[in-house]
């Protein structure tokens, strides 16, 4: 089983150092953004998301931990949309580390943040997915999230 803790802004600090160039190479490659632009691009949506860090309005940033072995598994990220006539929550990211990806971890925490999503008399969490990441595809789709819009492209 897992619980969702709170981050502290050094986890979200170490968080960013990683995501941003990551988030940049996932834009590349799915020929979002180009090379020459891409890091900067990340970073200017990261501040703009997290202005306050851990404390940005309407943003819930949440360390993932296994309670049996009370260890720091993965992190969550999601925030309430409320510009739309229906409120939602929406997943930024949803991150299990590699040491312990495949091993429930992931489905637990989406368990875990539903509860989170009640408390805030939400009925509603949506997130978006890169094509290429067909594993947690397969877990959303096991979840029983279901496809609202579909970008595709071919290249020539």
Do not use: C
């Not at 929550?89 to 489905?107: S, W």
Request: hydrophobic share 40%; net charge negative.
């Amino acid at each position: 089983m897992v619980h969702l803790s709170p981050m502290q802004e050094t986890d979200l600090q170490a968080y960013l150092e990683e995501t941003i160039p990551a988030y940049a190479d996932d834009k590349i490659r799915a020929g979002n953004w180009s090379p020459d632009e891409a890091l900067e691009r990340s970073r200017k949506e990261y501040e703009k998301l997290l202005p306050e860090g851990v404390n940005s309005l309407r943003q819930y940033l949440y360390n993932i931990v296994a309670t049996d072995e009370d260890v720091t598994v993965g992190m969550l990220w999601f925030s309430v949309i409320v510009d739309t006539p229906h409120p939602y929550a929406f997943i930024y990211e949803l991150q299990i580390f590699d040491a312990y990806q495949r091993k429930g971890y992931g489905k637990q925490a989406m368990l875990a943040l539903e509860v989170e999503v009640r408390k805030l008399r939400l009925d509603t969490i949506s997130l978006h997915v890169f094509g290429h990441n067909l594993a947690a595809r397969a877990l959303y789709d096991q979840l029983g999230y279901e496809i609202t819009n579909i970008n595709m492209s071919k290249k020539l």
